[in-house]
Structure formats: structure tokens, C-alpha cells
């Protein structure tokens, strides 16, 4: 796979620095039931790496000794992890938000068959990939019957009170095909509501557009089509300083697989970890009292994915944006 971290990192993306944590975003395993075409963890059906029970104990054991409020599960598909239930209902017990990045189709695999009543019995807010309403765009970018598992799903968690009670919380997210910034979040959703509602009679809360990121598997495509600079500097050309403000690194801390700590989920992918004096931190450093509330975050060229255009986080836009697509010629 291609490695774009060399011409990344050499930077000059301007300096930010961190607040107060609230939320940890937890990496269970790079192991997927899907190879998404855009995906920036490479995850896959053949990846192996996955948390252990003692590192999720270590990780549930430390949020006593923070300011977070939510536990954001994430992979691969986090629900591949077999202590991916313990976790959440142990996270719960203690009143955290749990977050479930869920790709849908996980609802399908064996010894899935109840997490769908599984996470609405646990009041977990659910973010679920669909890059589009359309099958032809779903199966394109995710694979061929991704879209007809997808909307079975959907269909499912509707039936459970997810995104028609107030409790259940379901969101969508939206990735581009293509070296192409998201469209308006504001006026996509809109859309997708009509469509999901008219055609499969399916309803959720929000849609959050997200920025491919030019990392580990999106790159390798970009550099393999000649696109990878032009992608670069169509994100560097729709950099919005203002976005800087509500950058999800601010308040959010990467977790990976074994524990170690980074700024983002991209960063982690990249391997450019979280550090203290030279020392590259776990998450049983902060246990012992390491503060890391206004410390420098560490940033490269990717950071312009996260500040371009209406921007883009784990949470969707950070700006009004235009309705128009800007692309790359």
C-alpha cells in the first residue's frame, strides 16, 4: 500500500492545542466484514489486530479519572470485538454516552443476530455509514449487496425505535466517491430524509458528511490514478481558518488496539502518536495524573481534510458550506 506519511507530515498546517477531554474515540480491532474503497483504517475481513480484554479494563478503568462523557467504539467494524458488549455495558453502568460506528451491515454476520436489541437495550447512540441512498453509489464504494444489508438494517433499527423514538439515537454518515469535499450537510440531509423515507420508508436523526482523508488505502487510490497532489491541493486551496475552532482533536483522544494514545483516529494511522517528553504515551499514563489539557496537538497536511471547506469531523460539518461539490480537474 502506498505510504503517503513522508510528504503528509512535512507540514505547515498552523498549530493547535488541546482543551479538556470529553470524549475518548476507542479503536476495537482494524478487523471488518467490509474492504471500503475510502476507508483510512484499511480495515478488512483479513486484519488481525483486535483490543484485548485487560487494555478495555484498562481503558474503562481510567475514564474515573477523567472529564469524559462519552466512549465513541470504533474499528473496523468495533462490534468484531468479542468484548465489545462487556465494554459497552460496563461504559453504561457508569453513565457514559456510548457511541456504536456501526457500518450496518454487521447486523448480518454470525452472532449478530440480536445486536441490533442489544445496543437499543443499552440506549447506545448508533453512527452508521451510508455513503449514499442509492444502491449502483453504495455497492460501487462498499461493495456488491452492501446497499439491499444496508437498508434491511436500517429497516431493523427502525423497528427497535431507533430514529423514531427520542431515546434511540440514529445517525448516517456520507463519504464522497472520489476525490470530491461533501456537499452541504445541511441540504444533503434533507435529501437523503425524502429518499430513505419515500422509497424504503426508513427515518434517522442526522447526517453527518465526512472528508476522505488522503491516508492508507484513499491515498494509495489517488496516487495510483495521479490524483493524490491534486487532492492535496484542493483541500489546502478550500482551508478555512474558523474551522480551527471545533476540531474534533480539541476535545477528543484516540485510542488504538493496544491502548496507545493519539490527537485523532487519523493520526493513529499514521502512527503519529501522542507523546510527553519524547515518551509515547499509553492510556494508563493518564490514570496516573498526566495532564494533557493545552498541550500541543500533533498536525501534518491530512489536518486540511479536517478544515476545508464546511470541514468535517467524527460528528459531521464544523461550518455552513455551499450546496455546490468542488472537484478535483
Same mark, same amino acid.
Given at each position: ?117 442489544? +445496543? ?5 447512540? %448508533?453512527? *452508521?455509514? #451510508? /455513503?449514499?441512498?442509492? $444502491? @449502483? ?32 439515537? +440514529? ?5 464522497? %466517491?472520489? *476525490?470530491? #469535499? /461533501?456537499?452541504?450537510? $445541511? @441540504? ?142
Amino acid at each position: 500500500m502506498f505510504d503517503s506519511s513522508p510528504a503528509l507530515i512535512a507540514s505547515d498546517f498552523p498549530s493547535i492545542f488541546r482543551e479538556s477531554i470529553s470524549t475518548l474515540q476507542v479503536n476495537l480491532g482494524y478487523k471488518c466484514n467490509q474492504s471500503c474503497v475510502h476507508c483510512h483504517v484499511a480495515a478488512s475481513p483479513y486484519r488481525t489486530e483486535m483490543m484485548t480484554a485487560r487494555t478495555a479494563e484498562e481503558i474503562l478503568d481510567v475514564v474515573d479519572h477523567l472529564p469524559v462523557t462519552t466512549l465513541d467504539l470504533t474499528g473496523g467494524a468495533p462490534e468484531l470485538n468479542p468484548n465489545f458488549r462487556n465494554i459497552v455495558a460496563r461504559a453504561r453502568s457508569k453513565g457514559l454516552k456510548v457511541i456504536d460506528r456501526c457500518n450496518l451491515s454487521i447486523l448480518f454476520e454470525p452472532e449478530q443476530e440480536n445486536l441490533g436489541a442489544f +445496543l437499543a437495550t443499552e440506549g447506545v447512540v %448508533i453512527i *452508521a455509514s #451510508l /455513503p449514499c441512498y442509492l $444502491e @449502483e453509489n453504495v455497492d460501487r464504494q462498499r461493495g456488491k449487496g452492501v446497499h439491499s444489508l444496508s437498508i434491511r438494517a436500517l429497516q431493523r433499527l427502525n423497528d427497535l425505535g431507533y430514529g423514531t423514538s427520542p431515546h434511540l439515537e +440514529l445517525n448516517l454518515v456520507f463519504n464522497p %466517491i472520489g *476525490a470530491v #469535499l /461533501p456537499p452541504s450537510q $445541511e @441540504e444533503l440531509e434533507a435529501v437523503y430524509k425524502k429518499e430513505l423515507k419515500e422509497r424504503y420508508n426508513i427515518e434517522f436523526n442526522r447526517l453527518f458528511t465526512l472528508t476522505n482523508m488522503p491516508i492508507n488505502r484513499f491515498a494509495s487510490i489517488l496516487n495510483a490514478h495521479g490524483k493524490l497532489d491534486e487532492y492535496m491541493t484542493l483541500l489546502k486551496t478550500n482551508y478555512r481558518e474558523e474551522n480551527l475552532c471545533s476540531v474534533m482533536c480539541r476535545n477528543t483522544l484516540s485510542v488504538d488496539w493496544q491502548g496507545y494514545l493519539y490527537d485523532c483516529d487519523f493520526n493513529q494511522m499514521l502512527g503519529m502518536g501522542t507523546t510527553s517528553q519524547g515518551t509515547r504515551l499509553h492510556i494508563r499514563d493518564l490514570k496516573e495524573g498526566l495532564a494533557l489539557t493545552k498541550t500541543r496537538i500533533n498536525t501534518a497536511d491530512h489536518c486540511y481534510g479536517c478544515t476545508a471547506g464546511q470541514g468535517s469531523s467524527c460528528e459531521g460539518a464544523l461550518a455552513a458550506h455551499s450546496s455546490q461539490e468542488i472537484e478535483v480537474s
